[in-house]
């Protein structure tokens, strides 16, 4: 049976027998946003350390630990909100369970520079402390999965299918925290991890209990509502990068370049998301949220790799990082592409159909990267460069409004029947 739709305004314990799938006006509580919070730090955390690296030009150090850092923050607010999705009761046992979460993911972020450090000193891999926040996280969600299991018994081995997986992860991160294996071992070791760690939700939701009653529209609203925050790590560098031009040269024509490129971009990034309709595939397609949500992991890669890039520019400007403009604008031009291409690839994934229009509006996205990297190239300054990478994503939104609507409702008369 379903929790009902208005709970009691009290928080005593209540049992977590699952929320109803087709739950009317089901919006994000504030529990969700508070917890949302935590992930403000651990994005910036990450993309601190990732510019660091980059402006030294420690390409493969920067790179290889900003992706595991965004995995482990996606990650825990994955699983997270998935489970909340199907099973937040509001009870004093949910929010005490989200505050562990919480303070897990605080930990983890105070872990990254250590984490950063030993990866670009390549010798071993310091990660205790992001496994020990990650550790708390975990234990947080098996409880609330075996509180699932004892309350819901039509759903008691899918609950418990998460408990084994999740509890099995555990136990490796942990052998990874207490043995201090060389960097090749602990890389190949994660490695296997990161798999089983993704393997598991897919195992219980097709179990023959059946998946978890996560709501479809609460779901896209979660993600998307993710998606703002880490757009947030864009506007922040977009302000350390004009702090750096005025700090040089006071208020200047590139400070007001780069503050209005940088919200452009921002701004372009967020409307070209929001054009796709995930909950209403999703409440139609419910087997399809694995690929819209593991795909989305390069999504939010991308979007938080701009907020990184613009901290090199900072550096840039600032005259002390160790590589060239060039460079300097092609850790914010290769995030955006990538953001393209991740966000074509989940849209064609969630309506399965494919629209040779978008194959004009991808390679116009990417022409516009193309042009900032050659104008600077040519001499254009930061500021240019980046008003013109803030066109990318502005040739999708011009292509859908005057277009593209029109082709993505006749792709969802067609996907959903009419």
Known sequence: MSSPAHPPL?????????????????????LELLFDLTFVVAFSQAGAQTAHLLELGHWWPAIGGFAFAI???????????WLASAYDNDDVFFRVATMVEMIGVLVLALGL?????????GEHVDNGVVIAGYVVMRVATIALWLRAAEHDPSRRRTALTYVWFVSAAQVGWLVLLFVNLPLAPTLAFTALLVVLELVGPYVAEHGPQGATPWHPH??????????????????????????????????SVE??????????????????????????????????????????????????GTGAGLHVAAYEIEGVAHIG??????????????????????YSMLLRQFDPFHIWLFLGAIAALVVAVVAVAAGASFGIGLLITAASPFVIVVGYETVGHRHQAAALHRALGG
């Open 10 to 30: 009290d928080h005593r314990l209540r049992r977590m027998t699952g929320r109803d799938p087709d739950e009317p006006h089901r919006a994000a509580t504030p």
């Open 71 to 81: 995995f482990a923050i996606w990650w825990a607010w994955i699983n997270y909100s």
């Open 113 to 121: 520079p250590q984490l950063f450090h030993s990866l670009d000193e």
């Open 218 to 251: 609460h779901i896209a609203e979660r993600y998307g509502l993710l998606v703002i925050i880490t757009l947030g790590e864009i506007v922040l560098g977009t302000i350390l990068a004009v702090s750096a031009v005025i700090d040089e040269q006071g208020w």
């Open 255 to 304: 400070a007001v370049t780069l503050a209005f490129a940088g919200t452009a971009l921002v701004f372009g990034l967020w409307w070209t998301y929001f054009t796709m309709p995930s909950g209403q595939v999703l409440a139609r397609f419910r087997e399809r949220g694995f690929a819209w949500g593991y795909l989305h992991y390069f999504v939010f890669f991308s979007l938080a």
């Open 325 to 346: 403009i060039v460079p300097a604008l092609l850790t914010v031009v290769i995030p955006v592409g990538l953001f393209v291409v991740a966000l074509f690839t989940v």
